[in-house]
Nanobody, 124 residues
Framework: HVQLVESGGGSVQAGGSLRVSCALS????????MGWFRQAPGKEREGIAS???????TYATSVQGRFTISHDNAKNTLYLQMDRLTPDDTAMYYC???WGYGISGLDPQYQYHYWGQGTQVTVS
C-alpha cells in the first residue's frame, strides 16, 4: 500500500525560504515520476515541479529559478526547496507519484497514481 505524507509547510514572510517534504512508503520501486502540485483557493491545481527516476527535474515557469525539487533515495523522501517566496506562492502543496514514463511529469496528460494529503504554505 503506497502512502505519501507531506510535511514542512507553514507561514513565512515574502522573500523567505521554506522546504516541504514528502515521505513515501510502501512499494514505490516501480514509480517513475514524482511531482509537486499546488492549489490556491479559487484556483485550479497547478503542477510546479517534477522529477523522474533518472533524477531529471522539470519546473513550471512560475517557479523556475526559485524552487528546487529533489529526491533522497535512502530516505525515499521527496523535497521541494522554495526560495524567494512571494504571496502568490500561498497554496496547499501536494506531492504525487506516477508509474508512467515518456512524457514530462508536468504534462497535463501525465497520470499520477498516488497523492499526499497536502501541506499548507502561506506567504505574507
Amino acid at each position: 500500500h503506497v502512502q505519501l505524507v507531506e510535511s514542512g509547510g507553514g507561514s513565512v514572510q515574502a522573500g523567505g525560504s521554506l522546504r516541504v517534504s514528502c515521505a513515501l512508503s510502501g512499494d514505490t520501486t516501480s514509480g517513475y515520476c514524482m511531482g509537486w502540485f499546488r492549489q490556491a483557493p479559487g484556483k485550479e491545481r497547478e503542477g510546479i515541479a517534477s522529477i523522474s527516476k533518472d533524477d531529471v527535474p522539470t519546473y513550471a515557469t512560475s517557479v523556475q529559478g526559485r524552487f528546487t525539487i529533489s529526491h533522497d533515495n535512502a530516505k525515499n523522501t521527496l523535497y521541494l526547496q522554495m526560495d524567494r517566496l512571494t504571496p502568490d506562492d500561498t497554496a496547499m502543496y501536494y506531492c504525487a507519484l506516477g508509474w508512467g514514463y515518456g512524457i514530462s511529469g508536468l504534462d497535463p496528460q501525465y497520470q499520477y497514481h498516488y497523492w499526499g494529503q497536502g501541506t499548507q504554505v502561506t506567504v505574507s
